[in-house]
């Protein structure tokens, strides 16, 4: 689950990317627009935390970029500037949530968690496909009601699965989202294997009627 934090104060940007990062969320950050245009250019994102005011220009635009290049990255904005035009303006544009400075983290991880519910789980607080459970508040994994000791990347990969069941992902898009934008300067992607072979080991061993298929030569599908 790989989240975006566009702010360009610094101590507040480290603040909540220190906070995104103990509740197991891979975290990006830009501190101006020119940055995260590039970075949405590029990379996909779950969420994106918004800053409006921006030292080279309104974090709005970024909204109308995100929604010329019809991707699909929930937005909270988060500003200072308490104005209704601007929140109006700003969900207007696709904005899923705002909330003003200051504001309590706690909150703020509050609104993560919903977004990203509200967009693979209906606002569910599960995800379940076949006999596999996931509780992503919890980082559970339950079989059949059982839990499953799973490492902290094995789970990852498991809860990004679960929430795109049947879908092909490619090895490129799944290694930024379980470890970060970084990796795309890797030159394989073995590390990816190693990891999936103990995850479906774990699986297979556990009694899951899941399975994430290789698709051999572009990527993984789960399969439920
Ligand atoms: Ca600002």
């Known amino acids: 689950m790989k989240i975006l934090i566009v702010e360009d104060e610094p101590a507040l940007r480290e603040l909540i990317q220190q906070t995104l990062e103990k509740e197991r969320y891979v ?21 994106i935390l ?10 709005l ?28 303006q700003g969900l207007d544009l696709g904005a899923d949530d705002y909330l003003a400075k200051p504001f309590h983290l706690a909150e703020l991880v509050a609104r993560v968690k919903s977004v990203i519910r509200r967009k693979h789980r209906d606002g569910e607080h599960t995800v379940t496909v076949g006999n596999v459970v996931v509780f992503p508040d919890k980082f559970r994994v339950e079989i059949e009601g059982k839990e499953i000791e799973l490492n902290r990347k094995e789970y990852d990969i498991l809860h990004y699965f679960m929430n795109r069941a049947g879908r092909l992902i490619n090895k490129s898009t799944l290694a930024e989202s379980v470890w970060g934008d970084h990796i795309d300067q890797v030159d394989n992607y073995d590390f990816i294997y190693a990891q999936m072979k103990n995850l479906r080991k774990k699986l297979s061993d556990a009694g899951a009627d899941i399975e994430i298929k290789a698709v051999y030569g572009v990527g993984y599908k789960l399969i439920g």
């Open 27 to 47: 975290v990006e950050t830009a501190e101006d627009l020119a940055g995260a245009m590039e970075k949405v250019g590029v990379y996909d994102y779950e969420c």
């Open 50 to 59: 918004l800053d409006l005011m921006l030292p080279d220009g309104s974090g």
């Open 61 to 88: 635009s970024l909204l109308e970029e995100i929604k010329r290049l019809r991707k699909k990255e929930s937005v909270i904005i988060i500003s200072a500037k308490d104005s209704i035009d601007d929140k109006i």
